[in-house]
């Protein structure tokens, strides 16, 4: 019964920022990780940005210096800060969350809707 929930996407224009936010809801015992993955068209999914429980960020190199992941105090929000964007940014961004699942005593993944992103003039 664990589902995350996206917002924040839209058009914005090169330079610009924007902010998504993924609130996680559910049985979750203990957050493990969360972060951002992002999609173009006919390409694979790949990593933009984690952070883990204890507080380690990992960042793709493409987005270094430019995005930020903030989380809240009860670790089961996560926020992708995206400034100084550039067209190449421009997929549909999709929220991950790892976590212990006490049902199956063991860890769990769950991925929200997904949201886009458009850096265009």
């Known amino acids: 019964q664990v589902q995350l929930v996206e917002s924040g996407g839209g058009l914005v224009q090169p330079g610009g920022s924007l902010r998504l936010s993924c609130a996680a809801s559910?049985?979750?015992?203990?957050?493990?990780?969360m972060g951002w993955y992002r999609q173009v068209s006919g390409k694979q999914r790949e990593l933009v940005a984690t952070i883990t429980s204890g507080g380690s960020t990992n960042y793709a190199d493409s987005v270094k210096g430019r995005f930020t992941i903030p989380r809240d105090n009860a670790k089961k929000t996560v926020y992708l800060q995206m400034n100084s964007l550039k067209p190449e940014d421009t997929a549909i961004y999709y929220c991950y969350l790892a976590y212990w699942d006490s049902n199956i005593w063991g860890r769990n993944e769950v991925w929200g809707q997904g949201t886009q992103v458009t850096v265009s003039s």
């Open positions: 559910g049985s979750i015992l203990s957050v493990l990780v």
